[in-house]
């Protein structure tokens, strides 16, 4: 029988310094609680005792300053290092925004590449990350530039998949089930940005595999689940994300219990005490 028990998380969205005057999307990114409520959440891995942590990206709320990003990536990154059980993470969209290339953050990682899958407690793992496309333009900063897979990791995919025989469990940044984002602040007017671009080319693969039984994805900023084709979606919040206006960062995180190819999720939050 395999078991695997797993804690997952995104979006913390790091930052060093606060800015005096914020926007509107950043008042939903209380940005100053992300060290303190990671710490709190490595001490809930440290009490539950998971056999795996995966984060789904965002590690950093970006500064348009490149130098910055990296401090700031590899400030958290060696927080999150202090995680008690075997810790992978997919890369986001702000982790990437500033970034002349993915190498740089996947050497601050350890990771070779940032697209790739390991086995553990009879399951396959994959972490899919979208890579940086300098030529989809400068809109909105060019914050969507890493909403693409490269074709080189879409056949590594496919070729990971048919040489797979386990129950697998899929883990990326962007969103890959459709959906409107209705009521989604950040999403609702432009659900596009919410999904990776070349989706498609990635579900064709996912969905004509019988091992695959979950995918989950971060980036929406909030917690859902959904069905297509037969695939079971988690869509896993952001632990800054200021979601009801109050002032409380969401805190939230999965705690999914694996057993044989039933999958068992359940939503958790980490309580702060904010002024």
Same mark, same amino acid.
């Given at each position: 029988?395999?078991?695997?028990?797993?804690? +997952?998380?995104?979006?913390? =969205?790091?930052?060093?310094?606060?800015?005096?005057?914020?926007?509107?999307?950043?008042?939903?990114?209380?940005?100053?609680y992300a060290e303190e409520?990671?710490?709190?959440?490595?001490?809930?891995?440290?009490?539950?005792?998971?056999?795996?942590?995966?984060?789904?990206?965002?590690?950093?709320?970006?500064?348009?300053?490149?130098?910055?990003?990296?401090?700031?990536?590899?400030?958290?990154?060696?927080?999150?290092?202090?995680?008690? +059980?075997?810790?992978?993470?997919?890369?986001?969209? =702000?982790?990437?925004?500033?970034?002349?290339?993915?190498?740089?953050?996947?050497?601050?990682? /350890?990771?070779?590449?940032?697209?790739?899958?390991?086995?553990?407690?009879?399951? =396959?793992?994959?972490?899919?990350?979208?890579?940086?496309?300098?030529?989809?333009?400068?809109?909105? /900063? /060019?914050?969507?530039?890493?909403? #693409?897979? $490269?074709?080189?990791?879409?056949?590594?995919?496919?070729?990971?998949?048919?040489?797979?025989?386990?129950?697998?469990?899929?883990?990326?940044?962007?969103?890959?089930?459709?959906?409107?984002?209705?009521?989604?602040?950040?999403?609702?007017?432009?659900?596009?940005?919410?999904?990776?671009?070349?989706?498609?080319?990635?579900?064709?693969?996912? #969905?004509?595999?019988?091992?695959?039984?979950?995918?989950?994805?971060? =980036?929406?900023?909030?917690?859902?689940?959904?069905?297509?084709? /037969?695939? $079971?979606?988690?869509? +896993?919040?952001?632990?800054?994300?200021?979601?009801?206006?109050?002032? #409380?960062?969401?805190?939230?995180?999965?705690?999914?219990?694996?057993?044989?190819?039933?999958? #068992?999720?359940?939503?958790?939050?980490?309580?702060?005490v904010t002024e």
């Open positions: 029988m395999s078991k695997c028990k797993l804690i +997952v998380f995104s979006d913390i =969205h790091y930052l060093d310094e606060r800015p005096k005057k914020l926007n509107a999307n950043l008042k939903r990114k209380l940005t100053q409520i990671v710490m709190k959440l490595i001490d809930e891995i440290h009490d539950t005792k998971p056999d795996l942590s995966i984060c789904l990206g965002d590690l950093i709320e970006d500064t348009y300053n490149h130098d910055k990003d990296i401090a700031n990536y590899t400030y958290i990154w060696n927080i999150l290092k202090k995680i008690p +059980v075997p810790f992978y993470s997919a890369l986001g969209n =702000h982790d990437l925004r500033t970034m002349y290339s993915r190498k740089e953050i996947e050497e601050i990682m /350890g990771y070779e590449n940032a697209t790739f899958s390991f086995n553990m407690n009879g399951y =396959h793992f994959i972490i899919l990350t979208t890579d940086i496309k300098r030529d989809v333009g400068e809109q909105d /900063g /060019g914050i969507y530039q890493a909403q #693409h897979m $490269s074709e080189e990791e879409i056949a590594w995919l496919k070729e990971d998949l048919l040489k797979n025989t386990l129950p697998c469990i899929i883990f990326t940044h962007f969103g890959l089930a459709e959906d409107r984002q209705i009521g989604n602040y950040w999403f609702q007017e432009y659900p596009e940005n919410a999904l990776m671009a070349n989706r498609k080319e990635v579900k064709n693969i996912i #969905h004509n595999d019988e091992n695959v039984i979950a995918i989950f994805n971060g =980036h929406q900023h909030w917690t859902k689940q959904l069905k297509e084709d /037969g695939k $079971s979606y988690y869509v +896993v919040g952001s632990l800054t994300e200021n979601i009801d206006m109050q002032g #409380h960062p969401d805190g939230v995180y999965l705690e999914i219990a694996l057993e044989n190819r039933e999958i #068992h999720v359940i939503e958790k939050h980490i309580k702060l």
